[in-house]
């Protein structure tokens, strides 16, 4: 086993930097630079963009560019932000802290909820109340994130017109004044702004994934082993937890190393829409700007998060399928 | 400034005002009397970005942190209601028979935040750390006239000189910049140098530790969340209303960072944020129901102004490799009959829902004072446009309907912008219809930015495209041609990038743009502007089209806007020190 873990730490090594490679010269692929912005500003002279442009190293080969910035990841510092003048993970930091306050409430919520949906739709097969949660499923899955959210924004302010009571706040994270809060109060003036986001993200994820669990539970069910299971006389609730869904749970079991980096990647376009200062709206202005290591350095955690969630997951799949063996 | 002796008459009745040591903000900057006017309270704002540094040496974006501190400080300013520049920080100033060197008395009892006096040391350490190459200052630029530097002496304490190169229009405009404390930057300067320098006041700074000259201090920041600022005490012992009332009236601004201009509506309309500026018909008729329907207590004044930018539609003259369309884009008529396809009232109606305002020439609408109201105007005329093609030899159409000359040549072009711009999309496609009336095939396509800016700066005599529609923003009111744009040498100079002037007038041009620039009398220099206007107008270098106009709106519970005459896409709704809240 340890031989297994050590002989794939060794494979990450040029995955990781396949990878970082391939990151910085898509980034670099686009044309201009960060400083293309500054060209149409009639007050900008053109030899101050070229000071400006071997200041910030933009004026060097591609490769050269690379190794300079993998000598500084190798000594922990993921690059210097154009933009902010400051290191990167100072900056990317607080937001994933931010985005976390809705993302982690929201894998929770939704491995609570989608699998208990998914193994009833496949126990009750085309009753009605799998017929319902497939529909509502299907409208989850068809609406987009950000639209929910502007649908949830304009339902409050319908309310707060007629009724002058804001149910939920309309956006951000938090309320004026928030700074002489007391301590509780600040954790339940963020959780009650975190309550709508939390919700439009958890929809669509439930409504997927829970589609995705019936559909294993009932492959499992139709086994044989199911049957040989029940026709030994075992009680209904062990055939179906402990025979069909520890199988039916494999897939997503070798899918957690996807979750990890998930945890830091933001809840995506809710952010934008209900101005939530989490890592989505950041990222976004730094690829709109190619505030290239800003952009680069936060793939690369994304990247090492990935790469030790995957070691995470096999390791894991060993102990939920015996018939899984590192040797 | 209209007329220095004007202005020394003013300088003359604020010297002997002077004993005070305080400025008077005047009584008609603002609707409300000093006598209606309550203090406290927090004005709630929203902006689109995040800030990026506290730092007012590598900070580069628009409204950013220190210039929000900072407010209208420096040596001078202009007085809204004329858009002359009045002494602020400066007591009085004097300039030498030569018209190179003006000498500022700067005002005395002014403090920092911190309790140290404001002298001219600030002034000269500010100029030297924005001049450092190795800063990298986005103010770098503007300490230079022609490449050549614009030096400033300390005489003493109180007393400071700029030195100019040569005269300048926008001589106050530099000799406004915003002063900071020397006390603070000077030592790590002289220790670490620019180094040291870009390391300060990093969004991670303790806002105790972040000293201001003007109305604002920061209380607290929350990264893409919310930036608090509170009252500068120092800032209100020598800014006073009429009635002697220490300003800024309001003890807080709270800024949120709201990326979305949905949400930010939202807010709006909801009562959380105080001032916005709708850009959208959309968002305007929203508000302005929402305002009928006594849902919200709020005020808006559709098209206040135009806004000070400029739309437009550049042919590129350099095109060796295709003789027969580069004579066609620098043929006058050619491009007169281009603008007589541009229905600029249809992109008014159309891609700014009927508020906008039409464009002539380089000048922005707005700037009323410089806009030549005599200067031709080639309007929307398809029969005009057609006898135009007509005379370059036009006159039959193929079998698909597009012109053709004598020779078989089709009358066709390239058109793109930026991806993503819907409305100058939108402005292509209005132009690709139009053309295709009069037997002009346009190919529209729209590209990525970068690619689009690189292909416009391109030099030489072959470059890689052959119409674009873009904008410009930035053109002052001293002088409100582009240094880039107008000089044939000049990086902006998109039509042309040989590096000759290959026309007379633009010849003409690029004099009179030097002429104007030296020229100190306002009145001389608006003549000269309306000269370089007029011959613009026949060059048609570029052909402007239209743009947006500017909606500002905001809640009843704030007190302290301008007056109505005042209120233009220049000088903003308010002025933040005059504001108060009501209720």
């Known amino acids: 086993m340890t031989a297994y873990i050590l002989r794939r730490i060794l494979y990450l090594v040029p995955t990781f930097f ?66 902010y003048q400051a290191p990167v993970l100072d900056i990317v930091w607080p937001r994933v802290v931010n985005s976390m306050v809705i993302v982690v409430p929201s894998t929770l919520f939704l491995f609570l909820v989608a699998i208990p949906v998914g193994i009833y739709g496949a126990l009750r097969q085309y009753s009605l109340g799998d017929r319902v949660i497939s529909f509502l499923a299907y409208i989850g899955l068809a609406i987009p994130n950000f639209f929910l959210a502007l649908i949830f924004m304009y339902l409050i302010l319908q309310v707060y017109f007629r009724t002058g009571v804001m149910v939920f706040p309309v956006s951000g994270m938090t309320s004026s004044g928030f700074e002489q809060f007391d301590p509780w109060k600040k954790i339940l003036d963020i959780a009650w702004h975190a309550v709508i986001p939390i919700i439009v993200v958890t929809t669509s994820d439930i409504a997927g994934f829970s589609r995705v669990m019936r559909g294993q539970m009932l492959e499992v069910l139709s086994q044989d082993y199911i049957r040989t299971a029940r026709a030994k006389g075992l009680a209904e609730r062990v055939v179906v937890y402990k025979h069909a869904l520890r199988n039916a749970v494999i ?65 894991l799949l060993t102990w939920v399928d015996p018939r899984i063996r590192y040797e | 400034m209209r007329k220095i002796v004007a202005v020394l008459v003013s300088v003359a009745a604020l010297v002997g005002m002077a004993s005070a040591q305080t400025f008077v903000w005047p009584q008609k900057w603002t609707v409300a009397k000093p006598s209606e006017v309550k203090r406290g309270g927090t004005i709630r704002e929203a902006v689109i970005s995040d800030y990026r540094t506290f730092n007012p040496f590598i900070t580069a974006e628009a409204g950013n942190v220190p210039s929000l501190l900072a407010g209208p400080i420096g040596l001078v300013r202009r007085d809204p209601t004329t858009g002359d520049w009045i002494p602020y920080m400066a007591e009085s100033w004097s300039i030498s028979p030569n018209k190179l060197e003006i000498t500022f008395k700067i005002r005395r009892g002014m403090k920092w935040s911190d309790g140290k006096p404001i002298t001219a040391d600030d002034w000269i350490m500010t100029w030297r750390i924005h001049t450092d190459k190795a800063v990298g200052s986005n103010s770098y630029d503007s300490f230079f006239l022609d490449g050549k530097p614009i030096t400033l002496r300390k005489i003493d304490d109180y007393t400071i000189r700029f030195i100019y190169p040569k005269t300048d229009a926008e001589a106050f ?13 000077g030592p790590v300067y002289q220790k670490e140098g620019a180094e040291g320098i870009k390391k300060m006041w990093t969004l991670n700074e303790k806002p ?12 607290s920041y929350r990264p893409g969340e919310r930036l608090v600022l509170k009252r500068n005490p120092a800032f209100g012992e020598w800014n006073k209303d009429e009635a002697g009332n220490p300003l800024p009236y309001l003890d807080r601004r709270e800024i949120r960072i709201v990326k979305d201009t949905n949400a930010q509506l939202a807010e709006f309309l909801a009562g959380n944020i105080d001032v916005m500026a709708p850009a959208t018909v959309d968002h305007i008729s929203q508000i302005r129901q929402a305002i009928q329907q006594g849902r919200l207590d709020a005020t808006i004044k559709v098209n206040a102004s135009p806004v000070a930018s400029s739309q437009f539609m550049v042919f590129n003259w350099n095109k060796a490799s295709d003789p027969f369309k580069q004579s066609l884009f620098r043929s006058d008529k ?32 707005v700037l009323t004072q410089w806009v030549n109201p005599k200067v031709p105007k080639y309007e929307y005329n398809l029969q005009e446009a057609a006898k135009l093609l007509a ?35 939108q402005i292509a496609k209005l132009i690709v219809d139009e053309a295709k009336k009069v037997g002009v095939k346009v190919n529209f396509t729209a590209i990525d930015f970068n690619t689009l800016v690189g292909q416009l ?16 923003t930035g053109g002052g009111l001293d002088w409100p041609f582009g240094a880039n744009v107008v000089p044939c040498k000049g990086n902006l100079h998109m039509w042309n990038k040989s590096g000759q002037c290959l026309d007379p007038r633009e010849t003409q041009l690029d004099a009179l743009y030097s002429r104007g620039r030296s020229e100190l009398d306002f009145k001389k220099r608006v003549e000269i502007g309306y000269r370089m ?3 613009e107008a026949q060059l048609l270098p570029v052909i402007y089209i239209a743009g947006p106009n500017y909606h500002p709106a905001w809640n009843n519970r704030l007190g302290g806007e301008h007056p109505d005459a005042i209120i233009s896409s220049i000088w903003g709704q308010r002025q933040l020190e005059l504001t108060f809240i009501k209720k």
């Open chain 2, 173 to 185: 405009s530099v000799a406004g910049f915003v002063p900071w404390p020397a006390h603070i930057f």
């Open chain 1, 18 to 83: 396949g990878a970082t490679f391939l990151a910085f010269l898509i980034i670099q692929l686009a044309p201009g630079d960060y400083l293309t912005q500054l060209e149409l500003d009639p007050k900008v002279t053109p030899e101050t963009i070229a000071r400006l442009r071997s200041q910030f190293g933009l004026d060097r080969p591609i490769h050269e560019q690379y190794l300079l910035w993998m000598h500084n990841l190798l000594h922990l510092n993921l690059g210097y932000s154009f933009a």
């Open chain 2, 208 to 219: 105790e530790n972040i000293v201001s000259g003007g109305p604002w201090l920061i209380e």
């Open chain 2, 334 to 365: 050619f491009r007169r009959a281009m603008s007589h396809i541009v229905n600029r009232q249809a992109v008014i109606d159309i891609v700014y829902g009927g508020l906008g305002t039409p464009m002539y020439s380089s000048v922005y609408p």
């Open chain 2, 457 to 472: 700066l391109s030099s030489g005599p072959d470059r890689p495209f052959d119409a674009i529609i873009i904008g410009l």
């Open chain 1, 251 to 315: 897939p997503f079991v070798a899918n957690i190393g996807g979750i990890l980096p998930g945890l830091i990647s933001g809840a995506g376009l809710v952010e934008v829409v209900m101005a939530w200062p989490g890592i989505t709206p950041l990222l976004l202005d730094s690829l709109q700007q190619q505030d290239l290591y800003m952009v680069a350095g936060f793939l690369t955690i994304g990247l090492v998060l990935l790469m030790v969630g995957n070691l995470l997951s096999d390791l």
């Open chain 2, 391 to 425: 005379e370059l030899g036009f006159t039959k159409k193929d079998k698909e309907g597009f012109l053709v000359d004598s020779k078989g040549r089709r009358l066709e072009f390239n058109l793109s912008t930026n991806a993503g711009n819907a409305q100058r999309e």
């Open chain 2, 533 to 535: 206007q007029e011959i």
